[in-house]
C-alpha cells in the first residue's frame, strides 16, 4: 500500500471543532462549516478531488458514485460505526478502503435504548407534556399509572457491542434477559446478563415484554420487523428502536399501535429521516427522539478521533485499523 505524503481529505458534515481543526493540521482538509447535507451532485465531485472522504451516516454512497468517483480516491473513512449508507461492495470493486469507529458510540447508544425502554411503559413523555401544557391537577392515586419494568422479560434483537451493553443495563433494573441473534454467545457470556439464546426469532417475539433492536441495516434487516412479525408481539408489548428506522415497517408498526395491537414505542430513528410520519406524532404512547443515541460530546469526540487514526495509518501506507473487511454485517 503506497505512502500518500499528504492527502486531500474532504468532510461531508461539520463535526467538532477539535476534530476539525486536528484534521486541518495534518491533512489537505476541505470542510463543511455550514453543515448542510451535500447533494448528490456535490459528493460527485467531491470524490472526483479527493484522496479521502469522510462521510457520516446522512451520505446515501452508492454504487453510482463509487463507480464514477475519481481515480483518487482510495479510502472512504467513515464518521460513525455503520456503513450501510455505503455500498461496500462497489468499493470493493474499486478497490476503495472503507473505515468505520466501531465501539466508540456503544455505551452512549445504550444508555439511549434503556432511556426508552424506561421512558415508554412509564410514560415519561406524556408526563413532562402534561406539566408543560399546565394540565396537571395535582398527585393523583390514579394519575399517570404506567408499568414497572422490573421483572418483565426483555427481547433484543442483535447481541453485538450494544446489544450487550443494553443487557447489561437491563439486569440492573430488574430485566430477564432474552436475546436473538445469528451466532449463540459463548456461554460464559449468557451467564454474565443471565440471557436466553432464541435461535427463531418469531420463537423469542411471543415470549417478551420489552423489544429492542440493536441489528445493522442490511438486506437481511430491512424490514425485519414487518406486518406477521408485530401480530407475534402481545398487545402489552413495547417495541424500542435506536438502529435504523428501516428495521421496522413503519406501517405496520403504526396501523398496530393505532388498533392498540401495541402498548406503545420509543423510537429514535425513522426510516426518511428526517420526515416523520405525522400519524406517530399523533400518538401519545410514543417516545420520539431525533437520532441522538450516539449524541454526547465524549463519543462524538472518539469517533473523530478513530478517523483520524484510520486516515493517518492509512496515509503512512498501512492498513488501518478500523476497515470494513468483507463479510461485514
Known amino acids: 500500500m503506497p505512502k500518500v505524503a499528504t492527502p486531500k481529505v474532504i468532510v461531508t458534515r461539520e463535526l467538532s471543532d477539535a476534530v476539525m481543526g486536528r484534521m486541518e493540521e495534518l491533512f489537505d482538509t476541505t470542510l463543511n462549516r455550514a453543515d448542510v447535507p451535500m447533494t448528490r451532485a456535490d459528493l460527485a465531485t467531491a470524490m472526483a478531488r479527493c484522496d479521502v ?3 457520516t451516516v446522512t451520505d446515501d454512497i452508492d454504487a453510482g458514485l463509487i463507480e464514477g468517483a475519481g481515480d483518487r480516491l482510495r479510502l472512504i473513512a467513515n464518521f460513525g460505526a455503520g456503513v450501510n449508507h455505503i455500498d461496500l461492495k462497489a468499493a470493493r470493486k474499486r478497490g476503495i478502503i472503507v473505515t468505520n469507529t466501531p465501539g466508540v458510540l456503544t455505551e452512549d447508544t445504550a444508555d439511549m435504548a434503556m432511556a426508552l425502554i424506561i421512558s ?24 399517570m399509572l404506567g408499568h414497572r419494568i422490573g421483572g418483565k422479560a426483555l427481547g433484543i434483537i442483535g447481541m453485538g457491542r450494544i446489544g450487550q451493553a443494553v443487557a447489561r443495563r437491563a439486569r440492573a ?6 436475546y436473538h441473534n445469528r451466532h449463540r454467545l459463548p456461554k460464559v457470556v ?3 446478563f443471565s440471557a436466553e439464546w ?10 417478551i415484554d420489552i423489544l429492542t ?13 414487518d406486518k406477521a412479525r408485530i401480530a407475534l ?16 415497517d413503519e406501517e405496520a408498526l403504526i396501523d398496530a399501535l393505532e388498533a392498540g395491537r401495541l402498548a406503545g414505542a420509543g423510537l429514535d430513528v425513522w426510516r426518511h429521516e428526517p420526515e416523520i410520519d ?9 417516545v420520539m427522539t431525533p437520532h441522538m443515541g450516539s449524541a454526547t460530546f465524549e463519543g462524538r469526540m472518539a469517533a473523530g478521533d478513530k478517523v483520524i487514526a484510520n486516515i493517518r495509518i492509512w496515509a503512512d501506507g498501512h492498513r488501518p485499523p478500523d476497515q470494513v473487511l468483507e463479510g461485514w454485517v
Open 198 to 207: 432464541h435461535p427463531n426469532l418469531d420463537a423469542m417475539l411471543g415470549h
Open 120 to 143: 415508554v411503559p412509564r410514560r415519561l413523555a406524556e408526563g413532562e407534556k402534561l406539566v408543560r401544557a399546565g394540565q396537571w391537577k395535582g398527585w393523583s392515586p390514579g394519575g
Open 173 to 178: 433494573f430488574g430485566l430477564s434477559v432474552h
Open 190 to 192: 449468557e451467564a454474565e
Open 233 to 248: 408481539l402481545r398487545p402489552h408489548v413495547y417495541l424500542i428502536n435506536t438502529s435504523r428506522g428501516g428495521i421496522v
Open 278 to 286: 405525522p400519524r406517530l406524532l399523533a400518538l401519545p404512547n410514543v
Open 213 to 225: 433492536i440493536h441489528t445493522p441495516r442490511n438486506a437481511d434487516s430491512e424490514n425485519l420487523i
Open 53 to 55: 472522504l469522510v462521510p
